[in-house]
């Protein structure tokens, strides 16, 4: 099997991918996207917007983001903060779960680029009856559940170990209310050109992560290791070595909260010696696969 190098990160990590990936699977370090969407390429652009927030470009020019934490996250880029409509014209909108830092934006994301909001059902149905997002804007599935939201793509709920909970502001008693919200979910994202990418969402260690790689077998794996709420480091590492085993992986879900406190030298110190490809991103950053 043919094994090409490609560019350093800027944290100075070499990729090294097998050439059975469809098309040509490169990685180097970008400018930050316009708010346009980008066109058609064989390339797949992703940003990290901060905690498990990405902004992803499909190889068919569509713009998916995942969990974006933006006006309240530390760590957002401020060009977004600013301006939400500035990350472009959203195709696809997903939510792991209702947690504010997943959340997050999404509502007015939905509302902003008449965009459907697709999560777990039980989290979609309370924020359609506590007026959140209007019916019309909600997409439900559940766990081995798939939805495809344009053409050739595809995504499957997968089981994450996390819970769920609405924090809802009611307008007329001016006071937080909490309201359940479902269950947690990850994701496995297949782009157009076959590329698979597993957003783990926030959890913990569970047996079928394995059964998960085997089946669904990603590429990339989008991984929480700040410990806490999900996976610290070392629970992380021990996933990827004996479970997983994924081409790639990049670490998310720390650097954003002191509640989350793994570090990416701790999961690089954890997963010495491992063959899977750690890619650490600072947020903001765009890479092209």
């Known amino acids: 099997m043919k094994i090409r190098q490609f560019l350093k990160t800027p944290c100075a990590v070499a990729l090294t991918v097998a050439s059975v990936l469809v098309g040509s699977l490169a990685m180097a370090q970008t400018p930050a996207p316009a708010a346009t969407t980008a066109a058609a390429s064989t390339k797949v652009e992703m940003q ?3 905690q498990a927030g990405f902004r992803i470009v499909t190889p068919g020019g569509k713009l998916l983001v995942v969990d974006p934490w933006i006006k309240g996250g530390p760590k957002a880029p401020a060009n977004y903060k600013a301006d939400l409509a500035a990350l472009g014209k959203i195709d696809i909108l997903l939510v792991t779960h209702a947690h504010v830092d997943h959340l997050g934006d999404a509502p007015a994301l939905a509302i902003l680029n008449k965009t459907k909001l697709y999560g ?48 809802w502001n009611n307008p007329e008693t001016k006071k937080n209310e909490s309201h359940p919200a479902g269950e947690a979910m990850g994701y496995i994202i297949e782009l157009e050109n076959g590329f698979k990418i597993w957003h ?29 709420f999900t996976m610290d ?18 670490p998310m879900h720390y650097n954003s909260n002191p ?9 690089q110190a954890a997963m010495k010696g491992s063959s899977v490809k750690i890619v650490p991103m600072t947020e903001g950053q765009t890479l092209s696969f």
């Open 48 to 50: 990290w917007l901060g």
């Open 259 to 267: 509640l989350t406190p793994g570090t990416l030298a701790e999961f």
């Open 120 to 167: 777990p059902a039980d989290m979609v149905t309370p924020l359609i009856t506590l007026g959140m997002i209007p019916a019309e804007l909600g997409h439900r599935f559940n766990k081995t559940g798939n939805v495809k939201p344009a053409p050739g793509i595809k995504v499957t709920a997968v089981a994450a170990e996390h819970s769920s909970l609405i924090v």
């Open 200 to 228: 783990m969402g926030d959890t913990g260690l569970f047996g079928d992560m394995k059964f998960i790689a085997e089946y669904y077998k990603p590429d990339l794996v989008l991984m929480p290791i700040g410990g806490n």
């Open 233 to 250: 480091p070392e629970d992380a590492a021990f996933a990827l070595n004996t479970w997983i085993k994924p081409k790639m992986v990049i």
